[in-house]
């Protein structure tokens, strides 16, 4: 995919996530070889050409910016001011068994936060894209606004560890509390995927334990998005992100929000 030093960040963003996914796409079902990364954790030969592919479009539009990938680690220096974040295929797992829940994520992290960011679904040709003022959903060449909505009721939850806030909150725990079950329908889709749903309306709200970090490859994009669209994202408790206890939750108005953060904080007070 051809992009110039002319572009915006947010087309640059754009372009990167669908050079990405085209690999993704074009690799799926085929034989990958597996890299150890441990604990469980690995990367397949389609990460890695993804993010190659990633990594050839930011070169090509911004040599001077310094990179983060999910694989090749860091790029440039380590205070530059200007650094992509690139997670080139968040749902290793789901794709090498052959699901086609995974996503593409790039982000633009500045002194500034995050002002550029794109998650692109490899299989639907759809990419979620902020400029970092306003949030949209771009299919083949148009693109339509990112509006949240919790009217599906459907609540992501991440059900992968570690669980650093464990016995005082377990995602799994929200499978049998009563009003969780009254209120809401769960879901598991192991991706950050699920994360830009919340944004585009599909899901009411994601929950993840975790320590999250300013500069996440996996979820910097998707809390881009759904700030721009105007989704309530706080940590686990309701506190700022990146503090305290961590963790993620992302709900598409306050009522939502406020309900699941009620029944987070029970689990913290039943444990005491």
């Not at 993804?50 to 380590?78: F, K, M, Y």
């Not at 700022?240 to 939502?256: M, N, R, S």
Request: aromatic residues 6%; negative net charge; glycine residues 8%.
């Amino acid at each position: 995919m051809t992009i110039t030093t002319t572009a915006t960040d947010a087309e640059v963003a754009r372009a990167a996530a669908r050079s990405g996914a085209a690999v993704v796409r074009e690799m799926f079902g085929a034989s990958l070889a597996r890299f150890d990364k441990g604990a469980g954790d690995f990367a397949t030969a389609a990460d890695l050409a993804a993010e190659q592919a990633i990594l050839d479009v930011l070169r090509a539009a911004r040599p001077d910016d310094a990179v983060t990938g999910e694989e090749v680690g860091q790029l440039g220096s380590a205070d530059a001011p200007r650094r992509w974040l690139v997670d080139p295929l968040c749902g290793t797992l789901n794709y090498a068994v052959r699901n086609l829940l995974v996503a593409v994520n790039v982000a633009l992290r500045t002194d500034s936060g995050t002002t550029a960011a794109a998650a692109a679904d490899p299989f639907t040709d759809e990419v979620f894209w902020t400029d970092g003022e306003r949030a949209w959903l771009r299919t083949g060449d148009q693109d339509e606004p990112l509006v949240p909505s919790a009217d599906s009721r459907l609540v992501d939850l991440n059900l992968d560890p570690p669980f650093p806030n464990a016995p005082g909150f377990s995602a799994a725990r929200l499978l049998t509390e009563p009003a969780f079950v009254e209120r809401f329908r769960p879901r598991v889709v192991s991706t950050t995927l699920a994360v830009t749903w919340v944004a585009a309306g599909r899901r009411a709200a994601y929950v993840t334990d975790g320590r999250l970090h300013d500069n996440s490859v996996h979820f910097a994009a998707g809390i881009a998005l759904c700030r721009a669209a105007g989704c309530v994202v706080t940590g686990i408790h309701g506190q700022p992100l990146h503090t305290g206890a961590g963790g993620l939750l992302v709900a598409a108005d306050h009522e939502t929000h406020a309900a699941l953060l009620d029944m987070v904080d029970r689990q913290r007070h039943e444990v005491r």
